[in-house]
């Protein structure tokens, strides 16, 4: 059964109506909104508890899912503001849901628990309005439960991706310590470390299918050719689109949230797959198939989901990552990661406005 984190914030009974559902959100909820959870004194990482739930929860299990062996009620997505303990703060979207027994508990989205729950937690202040504004879907509770022990969250390349080199293009599972990639910012880099999963793919595991990126899907030629990767892996956008979302005309989105535009799609037809893992000195964009992607991002939900063999190779080419400990997102991403909501409403802006993902003039 996977785990994940979420933080108790309380019991509200009073605000639990037992006519609520999570597709039609209590008016008592209301009573969750505009206030703050948690302190200095009191503060909620000493609530946060490891949770587990059915993997392929969907709305139409709701009401009356069971979630960590309780029996949940509302739930709804809202813009929440974390506060941690070393008193730096980050603005969320995340999810507040409750038992039948009124206990209340907080998570951000799939997509960004990795990230925002990594430091301690001191308090939690949920924005005013009752959910997130410009989405439609008020429960959200299933996008959180999702089997994260046999996901693959980190930058893999599917066996047969041509890497740009100081030497020419070499096939990703060829490459050797030591072979300079081209980079886009740093130019040659040495590669430090590589190494690959084989993963038979199934149905139980079809969330590890690869993106295909068809020659040209992301714009002009871009990729050369067929592209296949890890749904984690994240590919840079370059586009005015992306500069008016985030202030920044490049940036980060794993390749999972750009399915849906013309020629990215999940590789349905695979049995098997070996994904090959590239990881320099720093967060690097390289050249996939003629592709900008990312080099692997050792934040720490990446390095969890690697093979204890390959964490202990990481640490040995990196001690200063054992020192660093919780804190490994101290390693700068390359450009702005950008999370999956984000990532999903950019995707969608390109396809309504019909612009490619890399735009070489803007």
Request: charged share 20%; proline share 7%.
């Amino acid at each position: 059964m996977a785990t994940w984190t979420a933080i108790f914030l309380g019991n509200f009974l009073a605000q639990r109506d037992a006519t609520e559902s999570p597709m039609n959100p209590a008016i008592s909820a209301n009573a969750f909104y505009g206030r703050s959870y948690g302190s200095e004194a009191e503060p909620l990482f000493g609530h946060a508890i490891p949770s587990t739930a059915i993997s392929d929860l969907s709305p139409d299990d709701m009401p009356g899912a069971k979630f960590n062996q309780m029996t949940f009620d509302p739930s709804i997505l809202t813009n929440m503001t974390l506060t941690y303990g070393d008193g730096t703060s980050a603005l969320v979207e995340g999810t507040l849901f409750q038992d039948a027994d009124g206990n209340l508990f907080m998570a951000t989205p799939v997509d960004d628990d990795a990230s925002s729950m990594a430091k301690p937690i001191r308090s939690v202040f949920v924005a005013p309005e009752a959910a997130v504004p410009g989405d439609s879907r008020t429960s959200h509770i299933w996008d959180l439960p999702i089997d994260r022990l046999n996901d693959i969250l980190i930058a893999c390349f599917a066996e047969g991706t041509m890497i740009e080199t100081t030497a020419g293009l070499r096939r990703v599972e060829a490459l050797r310590v030591g072979d300079r990639l081209l980079t886009q910012d740093h130019g040659p880099q040495p590669l430090r470390w590589t190494g690959s999963q084989r993963i038979e793919l199934t149905d139980l595991n079809d969330h590890l299918r690869p993106i295909l990126i068809s020659a040209g899907a992301l714009g002009e030629e871009l990729p050369q050719a067929d592209l296949r990767v890890s749904p984690q892996h994240r590919v840079l956008v370059r586009s005015a689109v992306a500069r008016r979302m985030f202030g920044t005309e490049e940036v980060l989105v794993a390749a999972k949230h750009l399915v849906g535009l013309p020629g990215i799609s999940v590789d349905q037809t695979s049995r098997r797959i070996v994904y090959v893992h590239l990881l320099l000195d720093r967060h690097e964009i390289v050249f996939s198939n003629g592709a900008p992607t990312e080099s692997l991002f050792t934040g720490p939900m990446a390095l969890k989901s690697v093979s204890e063999a390959a964490r202990a190779e990481i640490f040995e080419l990196f001690p200063e990552l054992i020192e660093i400990g919780e804190e490994m997102e101290a390693r700068e991403p390359i450009r702005l990661l950008v999370p999956g909501r984000r990532g999903r409403q950019l995707a969608e802006r390109h396809r309504n406005n019909r612009q490619p993902i890399y735009q070489t003039a803007l």
